[in-house]
């Protein structure tokens, strides 16, 4: 996998050629799923993100968007992927999987830059 900027005016920097982020399999056959046949989503990215909110005062987000110059950009299992570079900050070295348990499914972040979590598990501290 390589991640890269888009490039343009406001490009900047690139992290070390490490890894940045990991998204399991599952998750991308899962955004594969949710893309195929969606005409919607044809030509978006499948954003990830952070924003302020929940009671730990930031949370994770998840949609199908635009890419902007300032995007970090890349392509796993024919899905694109995007992160804006504030939210690359909070995710970097975070693992990104889908899960279906008797609890429920959805995404789930395994962030080790995460301090602590809300007791539902929906919003982070740093």
Not at 45 to 59: D, T
Not at 77 to 100: C, H, N, R, W
Not at 113 to 121: E, F, L, R
Request: hydrophobic share 35%; aromatic share 12%.
């Amino acid at each position: 996998m390589s991640i890269q900027p888009n490039t343009g005016s406001n490009a900047f920097e690139a992290p070390e050629t490490k890894q940045f982020m990991t998204i399991t399999d599952a998750a991308i056959r899962k955004v594969a799923g949710f893309a195929e046949g969606n005409d919607e989503f044809q030509g978006k990215a499948f954003r990830v993100f952070v924003e302020g909110g929940g009671c730990s005062g930031f949370r994770y987000a998840f949609v199908f968007d635009d890419k902007n110059e300032q995007d970090w950009v890349w392509s796993q299992g024919g899905v694109e992927i995007a992160i804006d570079p504030i939210s690359m900050q909070y995710l970097k070295g975070a693992t990104v999987d889908f899960v279906d348990d008797l609890r429920g499914s959805g995404f789930v972040v395994n962030n080790p830059n995460a301090s602590g979590s809300c007791g539902c598990g929906s919003s982070f501290t740093v």
